[in-house]
């Protein structure tokens, strides 16, 4: 018959020991099991937040440029009847600012800069055929 002392006297390792179930785990990370479950847990929601807060910021980028080229077009366009005063209040209907306005390079035609959050965006319009 074996002896049960023989069974965990091939372990050399003053740190290691046997569990109840036979297999041998240091002793000093024994109080750690499911520790780096948290761990990993933290990280991986930091992750997600900050890949979350740079999607919303590049988002809101492409809207405001999308938005300031709208009101641009309109700024431009309602210019040609209106001169600046109607480009100013095209703008702001689209709730964009009107940055600059100018007659030309043609002669029939205008050149608007408006600016929507971040964004600015440049338009020009003509009555010629």
Do not use: K, Y
């Amino acid at each position: 018959m074996r002896d049960e002392t023989t069974a965990t006297n091939h372990i050399h390792s003053p740190h290691i020991a046997a569990t109840h179930t036979g297999s041998a785990r240091p002793t000093w990370c024994r109080g750690d099991i499911g520790q780096a479950a948290i761990v990993v847990v933290a990280v991986a929601a930091a992750l997600l937040v900050a890949i979350l807060l740079a999607l919303v910021d590049v988002g809101r980028g492409v809207t405001d440029r999308a938005r300031a080229q709208t009101a641009a077009d309109a700024a431009a366009l309602a210019s040609l009847d209106g001169g600046e005063v109607e480009a100013a209040r095209f703008a702001a209907h689209h709730g964009a600012t009107l940055v600059s306005w100018r007659a030309g390079p043609g002669a029939d035609e205008v050149t608007v800069v408006v600016r929507f959050g971040e964004a600015t965006a440049t338009a020009r319009a003509t009555d010629a055929p």
